[in-house]
């Protein structure tokens, strides 16, 4: 080859290079910025709506139900391809339903939506977003185990989607706590609709062949994809890794809903508060991509885990002591408390996701990326509405209400616990060496 097609071809792979990130980019973005409509639909289901805790934690959670078919979708994407592409147009098909149900709420709630029209738009929002999440970690899973890919083992690109995900969730917290005391709900619910269809109209303009992807070797149909996610998850180490990693979400009873009434209805904290307090969760996250890819991208996925785990079990009993007043008598204002811990604790929760999946796209076979990746989140999604509705179960026991918070320190303390538990089994979990091993 000639020094001058040798340039050419340098070219044309930092153009598809760009093209592919700016696609992502934008999908992850997006993915983190809906933190903005949904702390907005926190606050209107409370002070409009007048919701208690539990039942604003059971929408939460009820809400995410479209998550949990993920399997189906991926399975579609990998199977079904739309003019000759099989993940660009998911990806438009998501953001245009996520569209369609915020402008629709913006408009319906102007006449005092009802609680059980809302859900339905919201679980129609989350339908369409994850459809469009399972398009796109395909195709960052393709890219991963691509020969040609600096990234195939790095976790580059991980981690570049994961920081824009990151940077979008810091720009929409941002926002929120500015702009929820000047606007109405229904003018935010509109401007991320507005968002959304914004982010269609430049995911149809991108054809599907520029971006070079990957051609998967099992486009015969659903019933075989099925077949091969099957053969897939019947693995050994996929199946236990997946296995711990849903199963340390959903032994924690989380009570986010019980917190967030602590916070806005016991404590009065102001709600530019709380958007900062998640846009420090957020710029943590981001460095947390930073970090990763830097330097813990060779440390063993089972220590880093287990790791994290901890980290996540000793913030929990540090809330403890933010309940108990503890921080208060040290002349620490709960405020302070808010942003730096509150929102590094939520955050943390999903700091797993960056090297599980970093993982999971080295034990994946060729061909069901989709299916597989969309399995994983499907049981993360599952995981996470079980542990909500764990948590909900814990505050009933305890007796926690809106007005009454004397159960909320035993109960944080029973999340701590549970929160440990996985390290129990964390065996499961295979060492980087072996995956590469099998994979290679």
């Known amino acids: 080859m000639s020094a001058k097609e040798d340039g050419k071809g340098r070219r044309r792979e930092k153009g598809k290079a760009k093209r592919i990130r700016s696609l992502l980019g934008v999908g992850y973005w997006v993915q983190g910025f809906r933190g903005f409509p949904w702390m907005v639909v926190n606050f209107f289901l409370k002070d409009s709506v007048k919701v208690d805790p539990s039942t604003l934690q059971i929408l939460q959670n009820s809400a995410n139900l479209p998550m949990v078919g993920k399997p189906l979708y991926g399975v579609v994407s990998d199977a079904i391809y739309i003019s000759g592409q099989h993940r660009v147009p998911y990806i438009a098909i998501g953001a245009f339903l996520q569209a369609l149900s915020w402008v629709t709420i913006a408009i319906l709630s102007r006449s005092n939506i009802s609680i059980f029209t809302m859900s339905l738009f919201l679980l129609l929002s989350n339908f369409g977003a994850s459809i469009a999440e399972v398009a796109n970690d395909a195709i960052v899973a393709e890219i991963a185990k691509s020969k040609t890919s600096r990234s195939a083992s790095s976790g580059e690109l991980q981690s570049f989607v994961w920081m824009a995900s990151a940077v979008g969730g810091v720009l929409g917290n941002l926002l929120v706590g500015i702009v929820i005391d000047r606007f109405s709900p229904q003018s935010l619910f509109l401007f991320f609709g507005l968002l959304l269809m914004l982010q269609f109209l430049v995911t149809i303009t991108v054809p599907e062949r520029s971006l070079n992807l990957p051609k998967s070797p099992s486009n015969v149909g659903i019933r075989k994809q099925l077949s091969e996610l099957s053969a897939a998850l019947q693995k050994t180490e996929i199946a236990y890794t997946i296995a711990w990693f849903a199963a340390s979400y959903?032994?924690?009873?989380?009570?986010?809903?019980?917190?967030?009434?602590?916070?806005?209805?016991?404590?009065?904290?102001?709600?530019?508060?709380?958007?900062?307090?998640?846009?420090?969760?957020?710029?943590?996250?981001l460095l947390w991509g930073v970090i990763y890819n830097r330097s813990l991208k060779s440390v063993r996925p089972r220590k880093l885990l287990q790791v994290i785990q901890v980290t996540m079990a000793a913030l929990m009993l540090s809330d403890v002591l933010f309940v108990r007043g503890t921080y208060r008598l040290m002349g620490v204002p709960d405020s302070i408390y808010v942003v730096f811990f509150s929102g590094v604790l939520e955050i943390l929760f999903y700091f797993k996701i960056l090297p599980f999946n970093v993982l999971i796209a080295q034990l994946c076979p060729p061909g069901c990326e989709g299916s597989l990746m969309a399995f994983v989140m499907s049981a993360l999604a599952l995981a996470l509405i079980v542990s909500g509705y764990l948590g909900v179960a814990l505050a009933s026991y305890m007796g926690i209400t809106e007005y009454d918070f004397s159960g909320f320190p035993l109960g944080l303390q029973i999340q701590a616990v549970c929160t440990l538990l996985p390290i129990l089994f964390s065996s499961w979990i295979p060492d980087i060496e072996k995956s590469k091993t099998r994979t290679e």
């Open 250 to 285: 959903a032994i924690i009873p989380v009570l986010t809903g019980t917190m967030f009434f602590y916070q806005t209805h016991y404590l009065k904290i102001d709600i530019s508060v709380l958007g900062i307090s998640k846009v420090f969760g957020q710029v943590v996250s």
